[in-house]
């Protein structure tokens, strides 16, 4: 174990069989040695920093069925919004005032926002705030479309493929294409993004060989940054009696992602806090360097439920802000306001 951990620690790279092998093979005391060295490895790239950014969650609706998901089409019990421009831009305001350089702009797929209203909205928030980067996460749409948005100003895109083994995807994700969301990521990187992938950890039928071809894909694609959360089963769903993912299994999925790809971003997941109070913190002190507070309305926190009892859903923004940063204190990080760049575009 310890020749194949010193070779991902020192290389960067590690085979199928090495992967799956070492994750068939933890125990505490290797969890530890890869804790510690993901860890250093972080600190490498980004010392003690750890990146704020503003998420605005503008719409609950979405055209697709995803099967673990709490918003998706055919959940009849979703109280349905969505913000328009002027509120967006109120969120933007506030997140502003608080010190936020890095906007999320996050919903489902909905047929609302056109090209021509994501522009306009893009052009504005940059017009107003030249030196903040907009962060969006919107699904799939054509490559024409990502590159309206590109050019109207809009700095990162995040699209987690979810899972890279096909069969588990066409499981959970009815009437959509594993091979149209692979080639969304390779046009949102084309076009010049700072592209974001990520999966769930815990996925039902999801195995070590599945999660081992999850950190491949990842090393392969060499996004900018990684989203990896625990699934949370929502009780309308398909799955919604499936057994979830767990804070431990995604930590480790965190720090093994943190030594594949050293300066990627990585973000640490409120899912891991509604799993765990310290769920975040844990992230952190593995190699997690990216937090996204709220700065949705608190009226529409609630609804947008992807999973069951999520944390934070009344907390106005600044208190929020305050929390958070007390969090990452507490593991002995630094908070940095910045637009937080991939350390390649610093």
């Known amino acids: 174990m310890k020749k194949i951990l010193d070779k991902l620690i020192t290389t960067h790279e590690l085979t199928k ?4 092998y070492v994750l068939d093979n933890l125990n505490d005391e290797w969890r530890e040695y890869i804790f510690k060295h993901s860890k250093e490895a ?7 920093t750890v990146y704020m950014r503003g998420l605005i969650e503008i719409s609950n609706y979405c055209k697709q069925n995803c099967n673990y998901c709490g918003i998706r089409r055919d959940n009849k019990n979703v109280d349905r919004y969505r913000l328009n421009p002027d509120i ?7 997140g502003y ?3 936020y350089r890095t906007f999320v702009l996050q919903g489902g797929e909905d ?11 893009i052009k504005n928030i940059k017009a107003k705030y030249p030196d903040s980067a907009i962060t969006l996460s919107l699904g799939e749409r054509s490559y024409d479309s990502y590159k309206k948005l590109y050019e109207a100003g809009a700095d990162r895109y995040l699209l987690r493929h979810e899972t890279a083994t096909r069969e588990i995807y066409d499981s959970l994700h009815p009437g959509m294409s594993y091979d149209n969301r692979r080639e969304c990521l390779k046009q949102l990187k084309e076009i010049g993004f700072q592209t974001g992938a990520g999966f769930m950890v815990g996925l039902p039928n999801q195995d070590n060989s599945a999660l081992a071809d999850d950190l491949l894909f990842l090393k392969e694609l ?12 929502h009780p309308e769903t398909p799955v919604g009696e499936c057994k979830g993912g767990t804070v431990e299994d995604t930590m480790v999925m965190l720090a093994l992602t943190r030594l594949l790809l050293p300066d990627v971003l990585l973000p640490s997941t409120t899912a891991l806090g509604t799993l ?6 844990k992230a952190l002190s593995v190699g997690a360097n990216v937090v996204m507070p709220n700065l949705s309305p608190v009226s529409v926190r609630e609804k947008y439920e992807l999973y069951k009892d999520k944390i934070c859903t009344g907390d106005e923004a600044a208190h929020c802000r305050k929390c958070i940063e007390g969090r990452i204190n507490s593991v002995g990080c630094v908070v ?10 610093q």
């Open 336 to 345: 940095d306001m910045g637009r937080g760049d991939h350390a390649s575009m």
């Open 111 to 121: 047929n609302y926002y056109t090209d021509e209203l994501l522009v306009e909205l």
């Open 17 to 20: 069989d090495e992967l799956v």
């Open 88 to 94: 967006i831009l109120q969120c933007a305001d506030l």
């Open 222 to 233: 060499k996004p900018h940054m990684i989203g990896i959360g625990p699934f949370i089963p």
């Open 97 to 99: 005032k608080l010190g």
């Open 42 to 48: 972080k600190e490498r790239h980004y010392g003690k």
């Open 276 to 281: 765990d109070s310290k769920g975040r913190e």
